[in-house]
T-cell receptor, first 116, second 112 residues
Framework: NAGVTQTPKFRILKIGQSMTLQCTQD?????MYWYRQDPGMGLKLIYY???????DKGEVPNGYNVSRSTTEDFPLRLELAAPSQTSVYFC???????????????FGEGSWLTVV | GENVEQHPSTLSVQEGDSAVIKCTYS??????FPWYKQELGKRPQLIID?????GEKKDQRIAVTLNKTAKHFSLHITETQPEDSAVYFC???????????FGKGITLSVRP
C-alpha cells in the first residue's frame, strides 16, 4: 500500500491564481482530512469528509473548497490564492475516528505552498 | 469547541534523561488522546494513544498518562536519545464533531 499520496510536493503560486492539491489513499478509509500547518501553530483542520459525497468544514475553511466523488480521492482547491495561504498542507485519512476504536490518522507527506 | 494546549512550547533535555510533555484539554466529553511525532520536514506519525477508560499506557520507552478530572494528559519519554528530537503534537477527540483537535506542538531537543 502506498498509503496517503498527495501532489504536488512543492508549488509557488502568484496572488490570485488557483490550484488544486491532489490527495488519494489506497487503504479504503472512510474519513479523509485536509490540514494546514503554519510554523508554531500546529495543525488546523480545513475540511474533512466522512465518506464519498459528504464533506464538511473544519476550523479554517475560508478560501478553500473540496470534493469527494470517490472513496480514494479528496482534492483541495484554492481559489484566488492569497499570501495568508502560504503553508504546509497535509492530507490525511482514517478508517473511522472514534474514541472507542481509536483508529489511527495517517498523513501524507505534505505539500509546501508559497503564495507570492 | 475543544481547545488543546501544550506546555512547554520547547523542551531541551540531556541524552539519557527523561522528558515529560503535558497537554490540557477543555471538553470533558473528549475520550481519545493520541500523540504524534513529527521530524523535521516529515509527516506527523502516531506514536502512542490512550482512551478515556484507561489511566496509563506504555510502549517501551514512551508512556502516556491521563487525568480526566484535571483534564490533562502527558507524554513521558525515558532514556531519551538524539533521534527523539522532534515536534510532538497531542490531540483530543470529541465524538460530537467527529474530529481531532491538535495542540500547537512542542519541540523536544535531546542534547548528546
Amino acid at each position: 500500500n502506498a498509503g496517503v499520496t498527495q501532489t504536488p510536493k512543492f508549488r509557488i503560486l502568484k496572488i490570485g491564481q488557483s490550484m488544486t492539491l491532489q490527495c488519494t489513499q489506497d487503504m479504503n478509509h472512510n474519513y479523509m482530512y485536509w490540514y494546514r500547518q503554519d510554523p508554531g501553530m500546529g495543525l488546523k483542520l480545513i475540511y474533512y469528509s466522512v465518506g464519498a459525497g459528504i464533506t464538511d468544514k473544519g476550523e479554517v475553511p475560508n478560501g478553500y473548497n473540496v470534493s469527494r466523488s470517490t472513496t480514494e480521492d479528496f482534492p483541495l482547491r484554492l481559489e484566488l490564492a492569497a499570501p495568508s495561504q502560504t503553508s504546509v498542507y497535509f492530507c490525511a485519512s482514517s478508517y473511522s475516528i472514534s474514541g472507542s476504536s481509536g483508529n489511527t490518522i495517517y498523513f501524507g507527506e505534505g505539500s509546501w505552498l508559497t503564495v507570492v | 469547541g475543544e481547545n488543546v494546549e501544550q506546555h512547554p512550547s520547547t523542551l531541551s533535555v540531556q541524552e539519557g534523561d527523561s522528558a515529560v510533555i503535558k497537554c490540557t484539554y477543555s471538553d470533558s466529553a473528549s475520550n481519545y488522546f493520541p500523540w504524534y511525532k513529527q521530524e523535521l520536514g516529515k509527516r506527523p506519525q502516531l506514536i502512542i494513544d490512550i482512551r478515556s477508560n484507561v489511566g496509563e499506557k506504555k510502549d517501551q520507552r514512551i508512556a502516556v498518562t491521563l487525568n480526566k478530572t484535571a483534564k490533562h494528559f502527558s507524554l513521558h519519554i525515558t532514556e531519551t536519545q538524539p533521534e527523539d528530537s522532534a515536534v510532538y503534537f497531542c490531540a483530543a477527540y470529541t465524538g460530537a464533531n467527529s474530529k481531532l483537535t491538535f495542540g500547537k506542538g512542542i519541540t523536544l531537543s535531546v542534547r548528546p
